[in-house]
Each structure stands twice: as C-alpha cells, then as structure tokens.
C-alpha cells in the first residue's frame, strides 16, 4: 500500500533553514509528480510545490518562490523541500502529496511533519 | 489565480439528514479540449491528512460511500451527503486542479445537530 513518511519538521527561528524529507513507498515512485501542500495550525489547506515524475517541471506557489526548492531522489525514492529564509507565517503542517493519473491532483497524503517558525 | 470560495464555513445537520457544501470559482475550471471540470473534494477528520473523495466534480473515489456526490459544472459545484453519518464530521475542501497555482476553498466544518 502507499505509504508516504514525512521528516525533518521542527522549532526554528525566523531567516533560518530547514530541509524536509518524504520517503515514500508502495508504488513506482518515478512515475508520479509530488507536491508540498501545508496546513497552518487550525486553518486551510495551501499548496506549496510540484515536481515532476523526473524533475523536468517545477512550480511553487508565489508566498513560497525564491524562498523554497522542491527536488526529488527517485533512487532513493524521497521527495525532499529545502526551506530557506523561514517567516513566522510559514508555520504549518507539511505534508507530502503523491499524484493520481493526473499530475495536479493529489491521491495520497502523508501525516505531515509541523514547522515551527515562533516569533 | 482561481479563487475558490465554499459556503457555507459550517453546516449542522442531524444524523441521516441531508447536507450540501457549495464551492465557487473566480474562472471555469472545465477544460473545453477534454470537457472535464478539474474540480476535487477532500474530507479532512481532526488530526487526519486530506483523503480524496470526489474528481472530476462528480467521480466518487473507490471506496467512497454512495451517499457522498458531487455535482456542478463550469465555475459553481455543490457536495451532497444524502444521509449524513456520525463518521462524516469532517472540514470538506473543494480543489481546482486545472491551474498552477492550484488553489483549495477555505473549508467547511460539518457537525451533528
């Protein structure tokens, strides 16, 4: 079955990194676009990234452009976001989305890793 | 951007009673070369991921209990529980997928009356 097993969530002080991780498993995971999609404590779902099956196509959401970089290891089967230059406002449950037959719908969900970006 | 806009923020509705989410995009989300809507429904339980429900505005997901569907075309959609169950307490999202940036409605909470 798919399993997908977000890490590398934590407190971390404002204009500092931190990179995330998503190991994914149960399917052929170079066959599918993945996305960061986030979710601020007690408030709505906004999606963050995509990446293509094999990396060639990349789109961010403009609060995240220049700031975030979504990449991928297909070997490893790992879906990583580097996050720089954190704001308190990127507070939130990541989670990692895996695609369906169309590469912007999403069909499985992680359980999410939270950063903490405290003021 | 699309924006999408659901209504009401929440709806109370009694066991076995009927209970409709409507959704609203800023542009169509039916695509004219496929005539499909790129237009989802997520159902999120506290402390649980997003679980798809509903594609193409109106394709249950497998699995999915016939009492969920969904309607709507072009820029209005509308989520129906027929009969609503104690299991179906949730926050409902309607997604656009047609277009970078993909975009969700704000929620709708759904309670026992």
């Known amino acids: 079955q798919v399993q997908l097993v977000e890490s590398g969530g934590g407190v971390v002080q404002p204009g500092r990194s931190l990179r995330l991780s998503c190991a994914a498993s149960?399917?052929?995971?170079?066959?599918?676009?993945m996305h960061w999609v986030r979710q601020a404590p007690g408030k709505g779902l906004e999606w963050v990234a995509v990446?293509?099956?094999?990396?060639?196509?990349?789109y961010y959401a403009d609060s995240v452009k220049g700031r975030f970089t979504i990449s991928r290891d297909n070997s490893k089967n790992t879906l990583y976001l580097q996050m720089n230059s954190l704001r308190v406002e990127d507070t939130a449950l990541y989670y990692c989305?895996?695609?369906?037959?169309?590469?912007?719908?999403?069909?499985?969900w992680g359980q999410g890793t939270l950063v903490t970006v405290p003021s | 951007d699309r924006v999408m806009t659901q209504s009401p923020d929440s709806l109370a509705v009694s066991l076995g009673e009927r209970a409709t989410i409507n959704c609203r995009s800023s542009?169509?989300?039916?695509?004219?070369?496929?005539?499909?809507?790129?237009l989802a429904w997520y159902q999120q339980k506290p402390g649980q991921p997003p679980k798809l429900l509903i594609s193409?505005?109106?394709s249950r997901e497998s699995g999915v209990p016939d009492r969920f569907s969904g309607s709507g075309s072009g820029t209005d959609f509308a989520l129906t529980i027929s009969s609503l169950q104690a299991e179906d307490v949730a926050v409902y999202y309607c997604?656009?997928?047609?277009?970078?940036?993909?975009?969700f409605g704000q929620g709708t909470k759904v309670e026992i009356k």
């Open positions: 989305a895996k695609s369906g037959e169309v590469a912007w719908l999403y069909d499985y």
């Open positions: 149960g399917f052929t995971f170079s066959g599918y676009a």
């Open positions: 997604h656009q997928y047609y277009s970078i940036p993909l975009t």
């Open positions: 193409w505005a109106s």
């Open positions: 990446i293509a099956y094999d990396g060639s196509n990349i």
């Open positions: 542009q169509s989300v039916l695509y004219s070369s496929d005539n499909k809507n790129y």
